[in-house]
């Protein structure tokens, strides 16, 4: 069964730039719905993007709209979130996620069959 695998966090200052990966792992996305969950501590995982399989719909979060933006190399199997203008309220646990659903309610986390193991952006001040 294929597996989201992130890549790319780390630590950046207010203002800066990360582009996440996600690869798939044991098996490939095809067909597969993309999100992009983040939770920071103490607080609930939260929606920050999504992308259907054809890359033609994208959703983001109201937080992240105009600052973050998702794409897919479906050649690739791999997801992408390269996030602008950082700031520390971004602060979190990116998670990664794959569902083959009917298009609606992917802003649901319970609608994610496939997590990845999350990796750690940390925006400083």
């Known amino acids: 069964q294929v597996q989201p695998v992130e890549s790319g966090g780390g630590l950046v200052q207010a203002g800066g730039s990360l582009r996440l990966s996600c690869a798939a792992s044991g098996g490939t996305f095809s067909g597969y719905q993309m999100g992009w969950f983040r939770q920071a501590p103490g607080k609930e995982r939260e929606f920050v993007t999504y992308i259907g399989w054809s890359s033609g719909l994208t959703r983001y979060a109201d937080s992240v709209k105009g600052r973050f933006t998702i794409s897919r190399d479906n050649a690739k199997n791999t997801v992408y979130l390269q996030m602008n203008s950082l700031q520390p309220e971004d602060t979190a646990v990116y998670y990664c996620?794959?569902?083959?659903?009917?298009?609606?309610?992917?802003?649901?986390?319970?609608?994610?069959?496939?997590w990845g193991q999350g990796t750690q952006v940390t925006v400083s001040s």
């Open positions: 996620a794959a569902r083959r659903d009917d298009g609606l309610h992917y802003y649901i986390s319970s609608r994610y069959t496939r």
